[in-house]
């Protein structure tokens, strides 16, 4: 199943807010997660099971959708948000992810 | 804390097998998948496959299939991840990460371990 992020490229000034689509070319039900990673780190999980924060994920962190459309919010944007972050479906194998969105800070 | 630690990076002739290791502690290794996920240069996130330390059984990717074995030791709680026939586009950082009980979430990921193909 191909997952499409968009967009690319997202620049936010600090303390506003970020959104973020991801679209399934299939219905993946809610069996997608959010990834952030920065620079050299290996990716972090923020969401589960479409809008389940994984454990110790700020709240201005949040995701929702399901069937094929999704969205992850970063709300009250900070400097230390900057970075790509990746969608994953794994309701079907093999398991997928959309090619990222950079997150810049203005 | 759960912690996931690589082997070091390698570098290999295009024709050549690597072998990755992912030493786990801090849970309970034979209760969760380990799974197998690469990150060309400046590129995106690829699934290769995953393994359960339980019974052994695997499951990879159809692009991999053949050139890919993966394999633990839970005495160890270590997870090997062995690639044959490596060629140039192999170029890339593994990652071995462990998933949610329920799910294929990715909940901890090593630190990756990058192999280089070139002659």
Known sequence: IVMTQSP???????GEKATLSCRAGLSVSG???WYQQK???SPRLL?????????GVPARFSGSGSGTDFTLTINSLLSEDSAVYYCQQYNNWPLTFGGGTKVEIK | QVQLLQSGAEAKQPGASVKVSCKTSGYTFSDYFIHWVRQAPGQGLEWVGRIN??????????????RVTMTTDASLATAWMDMSRLTSDDTAFYFCAKDLRDSEAFDMWGQGTMVAVSS
């Open chain 1, 8 to 14: 690319a490229t997202l620049a936010v000034s600090p």
């Open chain 1, 31 to 33: 069996s997608v997660a």
């Open chain 1, 39 to 41: 620079p050299g780190q």
């Open chain 1, 47 to 55: 969401i589960h099971s479409a809008s389940t924060r994984a454990t």
């Open chain 2, 53 to 66: 330390p339980k019974n052994g059984g695997t499951m990879y990717a159809d692009k991999f299939h053949g």
